[in-house]
């Protein structure tokens, strides 16, 4: 099959703690960026239309978007749910629709992480054989490549056969975006060894034994930071611990940085000297250098980038969902599943 022309990504322009002007401000950078990228601009066409120039998008660039009305905007104070009822014409919706209905190939938000997914269930659905979607993470490692940590909030009570599925629905991000081959995936557990854990944790792990993947059993806390596994699987409520943590630890450690530099004269000279150096460990912390959050197991992609994202943010999350499409994920995540399903007759669960 061949490639399309374009590939069509429904963008929630009304999404973002710092509005339209920065979500368009980035549309522009992916557009300047990729050649084969078709925007459908999402959201409040009188407001769009009026800061399209500002932020550049026009002439060619133009040419490759069309504005998708929205006449609502689902505020962080809203209810997840709203979208199914209240707020039915909101851009979250309206871009998960444009996904549904073969008019894109995927969808990025910055807005309400709740309503996205939802919007994303229940408007696109799940994938067969996909029991839950997960939302997955990409965090920096010591080794220089990322970690997928997922799940990070959509399921906060999980069984065994859910968090085996996240492995693998991350397993074929980390190939297919990431680039990364034969991911090394990992459980999340209290200890190394094979007898650590909890009995869900014990049961994911074997029925990831008897699927044709790198899987390298237990994965300690210290782990997802190190570089030793690629994937790192757990249940949402304790991925999202993790995945908070780690935001406010980066934060605070580059701010005592910068106090401490600032602190007095000799430092903020030594500062200067060290500039280059804090700019690239910057850049390893800084989740604008991923993107967004992808939901996987979703019939079609659906990327959901941080609320405080600025336009390089979001250029970097519609490349991810460009990539995801490139690589066919769902397609890919469709074989893993039809691939366990077929084992599951031989896996005896605890």
Same mark, same amino acid.
């Given at each position: 099959?061949?490639?399309?022309?374009?590939?069509?990504?429904?963008?929630?322009?009304?999404?973002?703690?710092?509005?339209?002007?920065?979500?368009?401000?980035?549309?522009?950078?992916?557009?300047?960026?990729?050649?084969?990228?078709?925007?459908?601009?999402?959201?409040?066409?009188?407001?769009?239309?009026?800061?399209?120039?500002?932020?550049?998008?026009?002439?060619?660039?133009?040419?490759?978007?069309?504005?998708?009305?929205?006449?609502?905007?689902?505020?962080?104070?809203?209810?997840?749910?709203?979208?199914?009822?209240?707020?039915?014409?909101?851009?979250?919706?309206?871009?998960?629709?444009?996904?549904?209905?073969?008019?894109?190939?995927?969808?990025?938000?910055?807005?309400?992480?709740?309503?996205?997914?939802?919007?994303?269930?229940?408007?696109?659905?799940?994938?067969?054989?996909?029991?839950?979607?997960?939302?997955?993470?990409?965090?920096?490692?010591?080794?220089?490549?990322?970690?997928?940590?997922?799940?990070?909030?959509?399921?906060?009570?999980?069984?065994?056969?859910?968090?085996?599925?996240?492995?693998?629905?991350?397993?074929?991000?980390?190939?297919?975006?990431?680039?990364?081959?034969?991911?090394?995936?990992?459980?999340?557990?209290?200890?190394?060894?094979?007898?650590?854990?909890?009995?869900?944790?014990?049961?994911? *792990?074997? &029925?990831?034994? /008897?699927?044709?993947?790198?899987? %390298?059993?237990? !994965?300690?806390? @210290?782990?997802?930071?190190? #570089?030793?596994?690629?994937?790192?699987?757990?249940?949402?409520?304790?991925?999202?611990?993790?995945?908070?943590?780690?935001?406010?630890?980066?934060?605070?450690?580059?701010?005592?940085?910068?106090?401490?530099?600032?602190?007095?004269?000799?430092?903020?000279?030594?500062?200067?000297?060290?500039?280059?150096?804090?700019?690239?460990?910057?850049?390893?912390?800084?989740?604008?250098?991923?993107?967004?959050?992808?939901?996987?197991?979703?019939?079609?992609? *659906?990327? &959901?980038?941080? /609320?405080?994202?600025?336009?390089? %943010?979001?250029? !970097?999350?519609? @490349?991810?969902?460009?990539? #995801?499409?490139?690589?066919?994920?769902?397609?890919?995540?469709?074989?893993?599943?039809?691939?366990?399903?077929?084992?599951?007759?031989?896996?005896?669960?605890?």
């Amino acid at each position: 099959m061949s490639s399309p022309a374009y590939y069509r990504i429904a963008l929630d322009v009304m999404g973002g703690d710092h509005g339209p002007r920065v979500t368009l401000a980035g549309a522009a950078m992916a557009l300047g960026a990729i050649k084969d990228l078709y925007l459908l601009l999402v959201g409040d066409q009188g407001v769009i239309e009026s800061m399209l120039a500002e932020a550049g998008i026009v002439g060619e660039l133009y040419g490759r978007t069309k504005v998708v009305h929205a006449a609502s905007v689902v505020s962080m104070n809203d209810k997840a749910t709203c979208i199914l009822r209240e707020k039915k014409d909101s851009s979250i919706r309206a871009a998960a629709e444009c996904v549904a209905s073969k008019e894109a190939h995927g969808m990025v938000s910055m807005g309400h992480t709740g309503a996205a997914m939802v919007a994303s269930m229940m408007v696109l659905g799940t994938l067969p054989d996909v029991n839950r979607p997960c939302l997955a993470t990409v965090l920096p490692s010591l080794s220089g490549k990322p970690t997928v940590l997922l799940d990070v909030g959509a399921n906060v009570d999980c069984k065994a056969e859910h968090i085996a599925q996240f492995a693998l629905m991350g397993a074929v991000y980390a190939e297919e975006v990431l680039g990364t081959k034969e991911p090394k995936i990992g459980i999340l557990s209290v200890g190394e060894e094979d007898g650590k854990g909890s009995e869900v944790t014990k049961s994911a *792990s074997q &029925i990831l034994r /008897g699927q044709d993947i790198n899987f %390298a059993g237990n !994965a300690e806390g @210290r782990d997802i930071w190190n #570089g030793r596994f690629d994937v790192v699987a757990c249940d949402g409520f304790v991925g999202n611990v993790v995945l908070k943590t780690s935001e406010a630890l980066a934060e605070g450690i580059i701010k005592g940085l910068k106090d401490s530099i600032m602190g007095s004269l000799t430092s903020r000279v030594g500062g200067l000297l060290v500039k280059p150096a804090m700019r690239k460990f910057y850049k390893k912390l800084d989740y604008a250098e991923y993107g967004g959050a992808p939901l996987l197991g979703v019939q079609g992609i *659906s990327i &959901i980038g941080h /609320g405080r994202s600025d336009a390089r %943010a979001v250029s !970097a999350a519609i @490349r991810v969902a460009i990539r #995801g499409a490139k690589g066919d994920i769902n397609g890919r995540i469709q074989q893993r599943m039809n691939q366990m399903a077929a084992n599951k007759a031989e896996v005896t669960l605890q």
